[in-house]
């Protein structure tokens, strides 16, 4: 008995074994049976196999276009059918006298299981529904971000190239309202100190420095610069000597600030533009002596095109500048005068999430020059030296910074938005001329708008700087 049990274990042993080299396609997935005189459809995976067994022998089959299925014969019940190329074609199987048992549409789409599997690993949270369309692949569902769309698109494509339709939407917030802060400021300090003599013995010039070298005027006085300040003259007469001395002593000091913040909002993935200032006109010299006019843009620009790449993280795409008219650098040739432009400009791409921050670009410059002119030798001497010397020095420092801020915002209700024209009404006549009155009684307003509306222009505004 135990030899039995040994032997019938070793029989099953080599069975089981022998199993996948049977003449059964190993590529064969599903099973159909075919029933005589009804017609049927047969679907088939691309570059996969399907096996089809016929409830009656079949003696001769055929198929309508071999370039979409490829057959063989198994036996005189069971057919090979292997998907080559999606579309649709007929599989024909007759009996040994010619009639028709049966006509079967094998329908060859794209392989999906492996592709579902393949996104499902890629983009695992995402509501993707996929189905076949003929030769091709239907993509449905919401998808959190367009590039996450686009991956999915991407992987398609390599499934069913060309024959991809998108019936997908993004969804969550794709709105950025972008805020930026372009900030300068601007300090200088210049000082000076300057001798000027003349020493004279009957009008015979002995010495002269500085404004006393120039040709006097008619009644024998000299110019000063019209932009000097803190001068003093003094004339001393010793016999036949008479000495005239000009000192100046002047430090000035001064600061700018500017400060910008344009605001705009746009859809992810669109250009949005903004220009808060105006144009200024240039003559261009054209053939033939004709002069034509370019207008050049100033102020504060802003242009940028956000993306909204997964979830709150925010691709930024943008380019900010504020100009503004410079006189003092500008082009004269004493009939045309066009002015310059100072301008401070920055572009780039960074990413950042809903409500960060980013300092793109910043800017420190200190410029330092000081000038020291004197007498010879008689500039050299101490303490008296001072008088036959002149020095001054200018210094001025600026630094630059621009921030932004980028923020997924939705659309809200009219009645929620404040205007800055709703803090302001235009006064009657009888507030005006007997009140006294430059603005008129505005009413009161319920909600945000109306939280938004309570501050009006009284009391201190402004910034005070140490």
Known sequence: MTMKRLFGAALLGVAIGIMPFVATPSNAETLRVVRSGTSSTLGVPMNRAVVVESDVPFAELSIANPAIADISSLSDRTIYVLGKSPGLTTLTLLDATGKLITNVEVRVAPDLS???????????????????????????????????????????????????????????????????????????????????????????????????????????????????????????????????????ALETKGVVRTLAEPNLTALSGQEAKFLAGGEYPIPVAQEEGTISVEFKPFGVELNFIPRVIDGDLINLELATAVSALDTANGFSDGTLNIAAFSRRETSTTVELRDGESFAISGLLQDDFLDNNSQVPWLGDVPVLGTLFRSADYERSQSELVVIVTAHLVTPTRGEALALPTDRVKLPTEQELFLLGHTTGNVKKQRGAAGEVAKHDFSGSYGYVMD
């Open 114 to 248: 492996e592709f579902k599997e393949r996104l499902q690993q890629i983009l695992p949270n995402e509501k993707i529904e996929i189905r076949s369309a003929n030769d091709g692949i239907v993509m449905s569902g919401t998808v959190s971000s367009a590039q996450k769309l686009q991956r999915a698109l991407d992987l398609a494509e390599r499934y069913a190239p060309e024959r991809v339709s998108n019936l997908m939407v993004v969804g969550g917030v794709q709105q950025v309202t972008l805020k930026v802060r372009f900030a300068e400021m601007q300090r200088s300090v210049s000082k000076a100190l300057t001798t000027d003599f003349n020493i004279t013995n009957n009008d015979d010039i002995t010495l002269r420095t500085g404004i006393f070298n120039q040709r006097p005027n008619d009644d024998g006085t000299r110019n000063l610069d019209p932009n000097s300040r803190g001068a003093g003259f003094f004339n001393l007469s010793a016999g036949a000597f008479e000495i005239n001395l000009l000192l100046q």
